[in-house]
């Protein structure tokens, strides 16, 4: 039995210690199963691996575009309904027959008066410098929809800028980590979320790579200086 994935989810799963190999069944069927309001890619870790032990599973492929699971499997050991309750009973996720169902649960709504502006919305490369508020210190967010402590840092973010108006915010879909931004600017990234910070002048003080909030707030604090 092997675990395949698409393209755009390689380098998730590989983070979650995932191997990659072939294998093939001509007498295979299909079923898909999808997740909504999945709140991070790598929660689906347990259940992969709960799903790849069950009988007649041939291989599983997780597309984190359209947020499913499309499974092969040998007809004569199992079926689409077994499938189903065994996927719930390794996680308390919403798991749906079929696909067209999946999902990730909706961004943070931001205050007319923040000053916050979503420059990519699908990945697509652009020059962030030119989107920089003048006279600011700018946070600029590179996150993803799968992204757990993408959705953390954004409600810290957030509180952040209530408290402090010299702060603005440019978010940035990286959509995955082969995309035209992630290419161009998340090449020193160990992690998401990815954060740069500029000074009022506009030029850049440092980064920071995964959720550390002491570290965001420190290089915030020598950006305003």
Same mark, same amino acid.
Request: charged letters at 25%; glycine letters at 6%; a positive charge.
């Given at each position: ?7 755009? +989810? ?11 190999? +072939? ?7 299909? *079923? ?13 870790? %347990?259940? +992969?691996?709960? #799903?790849k032990k069950g009988p007649g599973i041939q291989s599983i492929e997780f597309d984190l575009t359209k947020v499913e699971l499309h499974i092969d499997y040998d007809p004569k050991a199992t079926n689409p309904e077994k ?15 079929? %696909? ?17 502006? *979503? ?26 929809? =799968?992204?757990? %402590?993408?959705? +953390? #840092? ?10 402090? %108006?010299? #702060? !603005? ?7 995955? =980590? ?13 992690? #998401? ?24 707030? !420190?290089?915030?604090?020598? !950006?305003?200086?």
């Open positions: 039995m092997s675990l395949i994935f698409s393209a755009p +989810t390689l380098r998730v799963f590989l983070l979650l210690g995932f191997f990659l190999s +072939t294998s093939g069944c001509a007498s295979n069927s299909q *079923t898909v199963i999808s997740i909504e309001d999945l709140t991070c890619a790598s929660c689906l870790k %347990p259940v +992969t691996n709960k #799903l499938i189903l309750e065994l996927a719930k009973s390794s996680a308390d996720m919403r798991f749906i027959m079929g %696909p067209g169902k999946g999902s990730y649960p909706k961004g943070l709504t931001y205050k007319d008066e923040l000053d916050v502006q *979503t420059i990519v919305k699908a990945g697509e490369a652009i020059d962030i410098e030119k989107h920089l508020a003048a006279g600011k210190v700018t946070i600029v967010d590179f996150s993803a929809q =799968w992204c757990g %402590p993408c959705r +953390t #840092l954004a409600k810290h973010v957030y509180d952040l800028l209530v408290e402090n %108006p010299a #702060l !603005a915010l440019r978010k940035i879909e990286i959509v995955d =980590w082969e995309s035209p931004i992630s290419r161009k600017y998340l090449g020193a990234a160990s992690d #998401l979320p990815y954060v740069r910070i500029y000074d009022k002048d506009q030029k850049f003080v440092g980064d920071m790579s995964g959720f550390k909030p002491k570290v965001l707030e !420190a290089l915030i604090e020598k !950006a305003a200086k």
